[in-house]
């Protein structure tokens, strides 16, 4: 059974920094490429950071230089460091795991709440 399981959202004030964390099981994690989408009310689901199985990102445009993206492929965890958060940030955080190659397979996580606000 293929599992994505985040953590570390929460509420935090303009300018604040948060950690997520998403812990996959199920998968050969190695033959995944992973990252983080978001969704905000109203708004449509919107990539904001992946890495390949090799530690190659990428990213939004809007993210860049505030979030790092990094991966721990022995415990096949995927991690999104936000800092400098917005606002605008504001949105409902998924992990995604998806292997290209076929059969292509694309997981996500039951999603974790970030509020930036003060």
């Known amino acids: 059974q293929v599992q994505l399981v985040e953590s570390g959202g929460g509420l935090v004030q303009p300018g604040g920094s948060l950690r997520l964390s998403c812990a996959t099981s199920?998968?050969?994690?190695?033959?995944?490429?992973v990252g983080w989408f978001r969704q905000a009310p109203g708004k449509q689901r919107e990539l904001v950071a992946t890495?390949?199985?090799?530690?190659?990102?990428n990213y939004v445009d809007s993210v860049k230089g505030r979030f790092t993206i990094s991966r721990d492929n022995a415990k096949n965890t995927v991690y999104l460091q936000m800092n400098s958060l917005k606002v605008a940030d504001t949105a409902v955080y998924f992990c995604n795991a998806k292997r290209w190659v076929l059969p292509i397979h694309d997981y996500w996580g039951q999603g974790t709440q970030v509020t930036v606000s003060s």
């Open positions: 890495i390949t199985s090799g530690g190659n990102p």
């Open positions: 199920g998968i050969i994690f190695g033959s995944y490429v």
